[in-house]
């Protein structure tokens, strides 16, 4: 299994609208992003990733499984552009800030560290470990 990272303007698409989908899950659209492209196209069934609300809060509000792979977005005719499908499967106890991540030094190395601009990440086993820890998971 793999471990991605997955960023959302709350006020564009939540993680309570990422939970009010449930087991239907919801097509991650609209990436115009070739590196975030790049990585979608790398999911597999059961990859699991984190949800993170970008803009005010920036934070890892949830944890959400891959349940379709790299397919073509449905918001575009530009046959450049796939997407996967995602279901939400918990929220974590406690959000984790990019500013909690930014002062732990285990993640200095993380993509959320380096690329903060990169809406679709991937994230190491160690440090998907070191978040879930600090998410109370």
């Known amino acids: 299994m793999a471990y991605w990272l997955f960023k959302s303007e709350p006020s564009a698409w939540s993680w309570q609208d990422q939970l009010a989908k449930g087991e239907a899950g919801e097509e991650w659209d609209g990436v115009r992003n070739y590196q975030a492209r790049n990585n979608m ?16 809060d920036k934070e890892i509000v949830g944890i959400v499984e891959v349940m379709a792979e790299a397919h073509p977005d449905s918001t575009t005719d530009d046959e450049r552009w796939e997407c996967v499908d995602i279901k939400a499967v918990s929220s974590v106890p406690t959000p984790v800030t ?34 879930c820890s600090m998410a109370g998971l």
């Open 98 to 131: 990019l500013e909690q991540v930014k002062a732990n030094a285990k993640l200095a190395e993380m993509a959320l560290v380096k690329n903060t601009r990169l809406s679709v990440q991937p994230v190491t086993e160690a440090e998907w470990d070191i978040v």
């Open 41 to 56: 196209r790398k999911m597999r069934l059961g990859d699991q990733g984190f949800f993170y609300h970008s803009q005010k």
